[in-house]
């Protein structure tokens, strides 16, 4: 079975990249000292956000290489979701130990690349070295028109909270099989008064105290109001982490119409409202639980 | 010693991220799920690089934390500096070891942020997760003009080679303490016809092929042209790798007074005419040595 050490860096990347770069915004691909693009257009702001997976942490050895791929594309995209914006451009660095089976590696750029290319993510460059362990980091850009996309911290005291989809368990699978929100997001942003949104990698007990100590603000959640994931508790649905959903304040003036609107576009995708932002800063009805990268 | 598990990540990023995102052009710094910054001025593109420094790879345990930092960041600049390309926003991700004293995290930090502010970067955002060993991945968003940047494969047959600097024996030291060639990059692409540039950071015996094969040529350089670094023979000059100085090839009028142009604006930086490119793919006088990711 053919190792990285056996093909070498150049031919490592010539396999990587090859026929890959393509997109209509794309001027210089991977090869040159930096990738070359378009920039946004008039009136739109650029976005930028970088991720990564490591062995280990975000997956095991045992995890198929392509749904790794899939996951460090899917996180990044998320991130993206949560701004309600839309991802352009992709830089890839993956780390590896010399022994590294090469299919291995072709085949998490197989995943990378799928997931990227489903939502018209162009990878541009990047670059690879030698390492103890596999870490896949992306970094995307992208843009978002310049008064439409939403911060994390805009959230008022009174504002509603929702969540999208089913939260708890997704260690059981669906942290590598997730769907980043990104069509919804923009549809949310477009048609709800959204003030607030963030994307729950942490778990909603960690992700739920930023979005509202961010704006200055406490909250209150009935734990048996939570969406959860099939064989789920209210505490799962609370404390696990990598759920991938969007969380999002909105005006308490939204209209019931408004909701009934989601569910005729996005049928398979809940939205539920799970409380409500309060004023005082640090009011919780849960505080356990989340996922902290030092700690765990 | 406070390590990082002893403060978390929430409180890790907090102390990363103190005042340090300011920038006119930053709408949203750290602290959502993407940074937003304006985009390029119009008749510009946009540039995208990522590059990573891996302990054991890039550094040691032993390196001074704000050089590895410093390291990181430079070598991402240096791509820019290729380009001849303006850099603008950076993300920074960290991997560590939970058992990372914090010092040595925000000395990383310090070295970093100390590089970027001399060009002028601002760091938007970035991520952290634990892992093995230490690594530090730059990824670097910046502009040129739509007609002014520099291609790494635009040489044609007859076109003079040129080295900035001095080569070999980075190893030493020079490779943590190199200055990226951003503003005598510009100087260049504006003053001289360059036809093609790339940085040297895996040494002329490797890096050289990669700016003649790309563009179908070959080359002839005379070992004994080669700009050496105090106590290097013309082999380490050929073959080590991490000089960061500038490859280029211009067209061969060059005129005689431009180069003495060079000399006044940048007396400290020799430019040096190491040989030419050959029509002849494959065509070499040396061809030992370099740095190779996997095989090293």
């Not at 590896?96 to 990227?116: D, E, I, K, S, W």
């Not at 909270?161 to 477009?190: K, M």
């Not at 789920?232 to 990598?242: I, K, L, S």
Request: aromatic residues 6%; proline residues 7%.
């Amino acid at each position: 079975m053919k190792t990285l050490a056996d093909i070498g860096e150049d031919e490592l990347v010539r396999r990587l990249v090859r026929g890959r770069w393509h997109g209509k915004d794309v001027i210089e691909g991977p090869g040159d000292d930096c990738a070359v693009v378009r920039p946004p257009r008039a009136g739109r702001h650029l976005l930028l956000k970088t991720d990564t997976v490591v062995e280990g942490v975000h997956f095991t050895a045992e995890t198929p290489a392509n749904l790794i791929g899939r996951k460090a594309m899917a996180r990044v995209l998320s991130d993206f979701a949560a701004m309600a914006a839309t991802p352009r451009h992709a830089l890839v660095t993956l780390i590896a130990p010399p022994t590294t089976p090469l299919q291995r590696v072709l085949g998490l750029y197989r995943g990378l690349h799928a997931m990227a290319g489903r939502h018209g993510v162009a990878v541009v460059g990047g670059e690879t070295s030698r390492g103890d362990s596999l870490i896949l980091t992306v970094s995307l850009s992208g843009d978002a028109p310049a008064r439409g996309w939403v911060r994390r911290h805009g959230a008022r005291a009174g504002d509603l909270l929702f969540v999208t989809g089913r939260l708890g368990g997704s260690i059981r699978g669906r942290h590598l099989r997730f769907q980043p929100r990104l069509a919804e997001a923009r549809w949310l942003a477009e048609h709800l008064p959204v003030r607030a949104m963030m994307d729950l990698s942490d778990g909603l007990a960690k992700d739920l105290p930023r979005l509202a100590g961010g704006a200055g603000l406490g909250f209150a959640v009935d734990p048996d109001s939570l969406p959860r994931a099939s064989g789920c508790t209210p505490d799962q649905a609370w404390g696990d982490g990598e759920d991938y959903e969007l969380l999002l304040a909105m005006a308490p003036t939204v209209r019931p119409a408004s909701l009934a609107a989601w569910r005729r576009a996005f049928p398979r995708v809940p939205l539920t409202c799970i409380g409500r932002l309060t004023p005082r800063p640090g009011r919780r009805t849960q505080t356990a639980g989340g996922w902290d990268h030092f700690r765990a």
